[in-house]
């Protein structure tokens, strides 16, 4: 049924229909209101049979969720940023032993300096992790990839999260067709664990594993991950035949098959692009786009494939590995290796910055006459770089960097000498 | 596109505001986006919230710096804050205010826009007498909606009557509708400013 | 059910030998039945206290819920010397997740077995004191604070076991570990730290607390036991000697555990949402030297080196814990006990056995040499 709701609401909507058994949060701006809604539904009881556990920690968040999957229950949580950092351990505990957990994670920059705004930091802090990483472009999206999300963990036995864009998503009032339980119980079947904690047939799970094994079973995580590249796409598939609308899939193609251009994205900002791309199209410029659904694992053959044809790609991302440069674009420059289009990263957007339809056309004119840099910072303030920078010299006790910057914007009052 | 931009302070439902005007626009058929500019909210500190009206699906997301239109709920922002900044030529501006545009010391406005899409509402003051409490971001959707004939007032009722059920829905559509009317005249006869 | 031959083994001086008793009385250790839950096989250290311990409250965790019961286990000891790879020796469905994160599993299975409306299956969160005096303390809070229906069973050796004997927030003071060495001008532990979980439990009001320690298995069975009577957070903390990690003779662990409850160092007791219900009462007390001397871990406090001084303290410790949850028995309970109070049938109470000079060459010693100084 179409809905006009805020993004959270559709995704505790699409979560409740999922039926998971336990719910264990952590509150963290701003994944807020999906778990306060998640919290509302089980009490009321239309969630139900479920525990919703008030968590102490996103550490005991995800311990409470890898002690309810492995004891054979559909188990749900979410998170951001610092929170995804504080349960780092467990994320590799809960992939490392191959439970089915389906996290959303309301994509949020980490800190320091603390910052509560949108980038892709936090999930590709953990893109190691073994965790299935996809990115949702827009609020249905987000809606449909925990349904789709739900199948691919139970099949694989892997945990996945379903990355959104904190506030821009998270917080947006937009259409959305929420479907019925009939249909996503048709679509999703009951949780059947490969392995469970029961008394009726005990099991050890999480000993010690040498030299002699571990290379295996860690081995084996990157063949599920292998495995997802197929099924993925199937689930995406069976979604659409299912519901009647794409969702998902390892990557989506936007007027690429003459793109001479090609601009490559994750998650929301590829709506803006998109648009851009439209405008530049009525100009007559060959220019497409590719936005990645799944990240983890890389589909590195599609990304091949979507981005052989073209003479330049720019990869348009809100993540920066320091001291490397993009992340996507590394990960683009893989899948182009030995020599195709060129390739120019720019990163863009941290900490919430938004990146406008007028910055993106500016970019692209850079790059449409190949006066782009390999590596760009979308609307850097270099000029306050550079005086922080030239403070350093100056002054051994040069003060703390983030208020030094915010004086020079004017944001923070000049200091009292 | 339409593209409206409503500011106010925390505390004020300048957030809601702009929800409801997107779920009017949806029950009308339409497609709609609203979000805020996020802070870490606090009551009193200014607050920006963005809502896109279109009739094809909207996929742009950044903040709204070219409104067609301008909300404003608090006037004490108006020498504050830049609120006029991007605003479209043939823009539309509500303020909420018992006081003219000249009096609010907006005169140079009134030259540089079109005078009948100028409006200034006494919100709070007709949220206090039909809801009782001076929250005025429902009544400003209402004026709104007869302001820039973008959507209907039917359809904001339905849209207050999802968002606040009971009688703070009844109080908040007696308002809203009071708003529109009030505006409706005021768009009748252009002496207002 | 296991299908090999159980040993009978004499339980100690002053337990009634379990023919005696009536069968529902008798030690689930008794039984050919018994789940056998920690089997053999394992790689405890020779004594080791928590071996013991564990095998003890398992079983009897085993009979009070029909052999339907879950255990999640933090890192440590227990953990690795119970699964080393490819082998297991626990014979009931057990996850081992993280360090810090045992008694959030354990809410996590029993949240899952709610939804399931399986709550006839029970759960049990169990680690040593590390894990659950600091790195799992917040988990540990957390799962006091909401009631979840697990019972959390630590086993303290007071120290980092596992990673060689490093101090904890459990390791008292004046004990020797690998980083609170002997030297300086307070040597061993620190007085004035230290956390009483027992009593922070307590502070959470929670159904169920109590202490016990090796030395009194039946006790401890029985408070396994009586844990599972009630729904709710639970907690029992198990006092259980490391002969390698406090330099004592492994045959000494059930006698170390039976003094620090005699000189008063452990107050062993029951409490029931916040109140102490019962105590066990010390049968003849003793002072802490008797204790403090079969551990090389004290042993700077002693010789012409020695330091008269911190012993009082530790003294003192004991006295107000006497005092504080009223530790001595009457004139009338248990003061005209044969024997002496500390040993089982055989050994002088004066003076220790010399212990076996140790191959200068093996692990062992070198591990010894670290943390305690030259071997004996």
Redo the contacts between chains.
Sequence with gaps: M?E?K?GSQAVADAVALCRP??V?AYPIS?QTHIVEALSDKVRTGELA???Y?????E??AM???????????R?YTATASQGLLYMC??LY?ASG?GLPVVMTLANRAIGAPIN??NDHSDSMSQRDSGWIQLYAETNQEALDLHIQAYRLAEELSLPVMVCMDG??LT?????VDVPTQDQVDAFLPSYSPRQ????G??????????P??FFEVRYLMHAKQMLALDLVPEIAADFKDAFGRDSGGLLRTYRTEDAETVVVALG?????I??VVDELREQGVKIGVVGIKCFRPYPLDEVRDALGHARRVVVVEKSFAVGVGGIVGQNVRLALSGGGPTVYDVVAGLG?R?????SLHALLADALADRLERQTFLDLKADIVEREVQRLQENRLSGPHAENMLRDLGIVAARPH | MFQVRIHGRGGQGVVTA??IL??AA??DGR??????S?G?ERTGAPVVAFCRIDDKE??????I?EPDALIVQDPTLLHQVDLFNGLAPDAYILINSARTFDELGLGELCDRFPRERLIALPATDLAREHLGRPIPNAVLVGGFAAMSGRISLESVAKAIREKFPGKLGDGNIAAATAAFELVQRQIQEPTHA | MPDQQIKFYQAGSFVAGNRLLPPEQRSVQSRTERSNTLTSGHRACQGCGEALGARYALDAAMRATQ????A??ATGCL??FS????E?S?????????F??AP??????????????RTD?RVVGQGGDGGTVDIGF??L??MF??G?DVLYICYDNEAYMNTGVQRSGATPPAARTATTKPVGPEPGNVFGQGKNVPLIAMAHEIPYVATATVAELRDLEDKVERAMEFRGARYLHVFVPCPLGWGSASRDTIRIARLVKETGMFPVFEAEHGEVVSVSKIRRRVPVEEYLRLQRRYAHLFGPNGHPEVIQRLQAIADRNIKRFGLLADATEGADLPGPATDSAGFPAEEPEPVQPLDADSNLTRLLVETHGSPR
Aim: aromatic share 8%; with cysteine.
């Design positions: 179409l006009q805020e058994e336990v264990c701003p049979p479920c525990e556990v008030s968590v102490e920690s550490f005991a311990s409470v969720a890898i002690g309810a999957s492995a004891a054979g229950a188990t351990e467990a505990n032993l509560i705004w506030f821009i917080h947006a009032y937009e259409r469970m904690l029961d008394p047939d005990p099991v050890t799970i999480g000993a010690m594993v040498g002699e094994a929301s900002v590829l709506g803006t998109e648009d919430g938004p990146i406008t339809k007028r | 702009a929800e997107s779920i949806f029950i497609h709609a986006q609203a979000f805020p996020f870490s909207i996929r742009v997301r950044e903040p710096s | 052999g339907k019961l879950i999640a286990n953990e690795v699964t080393p790879f490819p297991s626990w014979q009931l469905p057990w996850i081992h997740s993280l810090g994160n959030a599993v354990a809410t996590g299975i029993a949240s899952a077995l709610k939804a399931k409306g299956v917040a988990c809070s957390g604070e909401r979840d």
